[in-house]
């Protein structure tokens, strides 16, 4: 039988996005992965049925390709599959976790002054 878990009033909420581990390279210079074709996302970092290959060259795929990768993996992953250029370009449209985005940023400061 489960317990039950009261809550108290007023008591903030901890969601999981603000507990999470998040990683991130040491430096933007070691990112380069591939500007076009197609990149593969592990299981450990993408949960999605199928073989875990995103074409980067289809509409969307490089924004899941840098979403995903980001927020779920570790550096050598992000070093496999982002290229710091693009990362450039793209940035201020990724949709990410606040949290990931406040870190990076403090870590890359040229992803900052960047954004849009």
């Given at each position: 039988?489960k317990?039950?878990?009261?809550?108290?009033v007023?008591?903030r909420?901890?969601?999981?996005?603000d507990v999470?581990?998040y990683?991130?390279p040491?430096s933007l210079?070691?990112?380069r992965?591939p500007?076009?074709?197609r990149?593969?996302?592990?299981?450990?970092?993408?949960?999605?049925?199928g073989?875990?290959w995103?074409?980067?060259?289809?509409p969307?795929?490089t924004?899941l390709?840098?979403r995903?990768?980001?927020?779920?993996?570790q550096p050598?992953?992000?070093?496999?599959?982002?290229?710091?250029e693009?990362l450039?370009?793209?940035?201020?449209?990724?949709?990410?976790p606040e949290r990931?985005?406040?870190m990076?940023?403090?870590?890359f400061s040229?992803?900052?002054d960047?954004t849009k």
């Amino acid at each position: 039988m489960k317990e039950a878990v009261l809550v108290e009033v007023g008591e903030r909420r901890v969601y999981f996005r603000d507990v999470k581990p998040y990683h991130a390279p040491e430096s933007l210079a070691d990112l380069r992965g591939p500007t076009s074709g197609r990149v593969f996302l592990p299981k450990t970092v993408w949960w999605a049925p199928g073989d875990g290959w995103i074409d980067i060259d289809e509409p969307g795929g490089t924004s899941l390709a840098y979403r995903v990768v980001i927020t779920e993996g570790q550096p050598e992953n992000q070093i496999a599959v982002l290229n710091a250029e693009t990362l450039k370009k793209i940035w201020g449209d990724l949709v990410l976790p606040e949290r990931v985005r406040v870190m990076w940023e403090t870590k890359f400061s040229e992803l900052r002054d960047g954004t849009k």
